[in-house]
Antibody
Framework: QVQLQQSGAELVKPGSSVKISCKASGYTFTSYDMHWIKQQPGNGLEWIGWIYPGNGNTKYNQKFNGKATLTADKSSSTAYMQLSSLTSEDSAVYFC?????WGQGTLVTVSS | DIQMTQSPSFLSASVGDRVTINCKASQNINKYLNWYQQKLGEAPKRLIYNTNNLQTGIPSRFSGSGSGTDYTLTISSLQPEDFATYFCLQHNSFPWTFGGGTKLELK
């Protein structure tokens, strides 16, 4: 069955960066674009962007340009999202999603 | 960006009730509208894609309809496991945007 297994929760300091992973299994990694979504309590859901793992093409929500960088490694069927220059506004749960399937989410907490 | 206005934000209902949740887009989204269910602490689950296509494995009491700017999720007879938060997603144009969510609570 399709699974998207995300990396664990992160506690990071303001101004730093963090890289979240999403390992896909149960399907051909290049069959679906991999999307990333941000969820904050009270602020709902925001679509960050997608990457096509087949060739690395990306599309970003302009709001996240310069904040998020999406990459994918076909050899390990893993997608990554790096978030940079972190502030408290980046504290959220981040999901990867491919087709109908979502990862379990990764909580990122930005705090000194 | 396309704005998705979802209503109601909160809904109290009983087991067996028929409920509807609405999403209104700020412009035509050509039926590129998905519905999701999310329970506390879990990943969202896709129920309906492209307005009215039931995701494999989702009970037939869930249905979707709509066109243009107005879309509806209907649950024909609420079951205990349906009490959750529901939200819509438009994927007609970038950036994809979500509705604000509807929390369905037991009356």
């Amino acid at each position: 069955q399709v699974q998207l297994q995300q990396s664990g929760a992160e506690l990071v300091k303001p101004g730093s960066s963090v890289k979240i992973s999403c390992k896909a299994s149960g399907y051909t990694f290049t069959s679906y674009d991999m999307h990333w979504i941000k969820q904050q309590p009270g602020n709902g859901l925001e679509w960050i962007g997608w990457i096509y793992p087949g060739n690395g093409n990306t599309k970003y929500n302009q709001k996240f340009n310069g904040k998020a960088t999406l990459t994918a490694d076909k050899s390990s069927s893993t997608a990554y999202m790096q978030l940079s220059s972190l502030t408290s506004e980046d504290s959220a749960v981040y999901f990867c999603a491919a087709g109908a399937y979502w990862g379990q989410g990764t909580l990122v907490t930005v705090s000194s | 960006d396309i704005q998705m206005t979802q209503s109601p934000s909160f809904l109290s209902a009983s087991v067996g009730d028929r409920v509807t949740i609405n999403c209104k887009a700020s412009q035509n989204i050509n039926k590129y509208l998905n519905w999701y269910q999310q329970k506390l602490g879990e990943a969202p689950k896709r129920l309906i894609y492209n307005t009215n296509n039931l995701q494999t494995g989702i009970p037939s009491r869930f249905s979707g309809s709509g066109s243009g700017t107005d879309y509806t999720l209907t649950i024909s007879s609420l079951q205990p496991e349906d009490f959750a938060t529901y939200f819509c997603l438009q994927h007609n144009s970038f950036p994809w945007t979500f509705g604000g969510g509807t929390k369905l609570e037991l009356k």
